[in-house]
């Protein structure tokens, strides 16, 4: 049977539309590009104009190293008021930290500093281990200190940030030798267990007699696999025949216990409409 083929006026339409849907596609990514780029151009501007403004309020010592990169990520890196800005410092050998400014009604104020922290980052699922301390802001309150204090703490939290990642180094570096350690260990068990099966079957492959023992083992093996199969599924038959008649048991309980109460409601009632009628006799008797 002939496959049938597309006709060729279908191919040229689809040709057509997939050139299309590409061009569709590019024109797309180069305007978001575009679009990218004017923003990031436009809020490079902003940082540059509004750092023009703190620059007076900023230590000469630490002005060369002004970062500018996250200026307006201010609400989901530093956790800032909506009316605050920072200006983040990069000083080669010291943590980060920024200094928080508040602008109301064109007036600019300095307000503090916000020390960054050390976290642990790039989290390895194979060894449960984080591999990287990095520095973050988050949860960081603003301090008002002297630029000396601003550096020396800085200083501190690079210490403690290349402690945190000698730290760190050693756990995965211990990881990774643990790992091929057991690596290495298993590999050598399953080479020996091979070796060892590989020695007994050439010590056997040419005596008959072992041949066939092997075989009746691996017989007998399968039959007691099959035999334990058959003892789980009367096992779980056995179990689901003694749940069920446990559950009629208790209904059959249940229902004679309703049955009882309900003769005993009867006598009750029969007592006491005996009690009426004696009671109704006795008046009768005595004529009042």
């Given amino acids: ?12 339409l689809i040709a057509i539309e997939e050139h299309q849907t590409r061009k569709q596609a590019e024109e797309k990514a180069a305007k978001e590009y575009q679009e ?21 309020m900023i230590p000469d010592v ?22 605050e800005r920072a200006i983040e410092f990069h000083v080669p050998a010291l943590a980060p930290f920024i200094a928080v400014f508040t602008e109301e009604k064109e007036e600019i104020h300095f307000n503090g500093w916000k020390f960054s922290t ?22 960081q309150s603003i301090e008002t200190c002297e630029i000396e204090q601003v550096l020396r703490r800085s200083l501190q939290i690079a210490v403690e940030q290349g402690e945190a990642q000698n730290r760190l180094n050693r756990q995965f570096a211990s990881y990774e030798i643990n790992e091929s350690l057991r690596k290495k260990d298993k590999a050598e068990r399953e080479a020996a267990s091979f070796a060892e099966e590989m020695a007994l079957l050439n010590s056997i492959k040419d005596d008959p007699i072992a041949i066939h023992m092997l075989k009746a083992f691996i017989l007998l093996r399968d039959e007691r696999s099959t035999f334990e199969e058959r003892i789980y599924e009367m096992d779980e038959s056995m179990s689901s ?8 048991a208790e209904d059959l309980r249940r229902q004679a216990g309703e049955m009882q109460r309900r003769a005993d409601d009867e006598k009750n009632r029969l007592q006491n409409d ?14 009042w």
């Fill in 62 to 83: 630490i002005q060369p190293y002004v970062f500018l990169a996250d200026f307006n990520n201010r609400n989901t890196k530093y956790e800032l008021h909506w009316s």
């Fill in 36 to 56: 990218h780029e004017e923003r990031r151009t436009a809020e490079q501007h902003m940082a540059e104009e509004y750092l023009v403004k703190v620059l007076p």
């Fill in 274 to 287: 005996l009690d009426d009628a004696e009671t109704a006799l006795k008046k009768a008797q005595r004529g």
């Fill in 118 to 139: 050390v976290v642990e980052i790039d989290w390895d699922e194979d060894s449960n281990l984080c591999k990287e301390a990095s520095f973050g802001f988050r949860n």
């Fill in 241 to 248: 025949i003694e749940n069920r008649w446990s559950r009629k």
């Fill in 1 to 12: 049977m002939n496959k049938p083929t597309v006709p060729t006026k279908i191919i040229q």
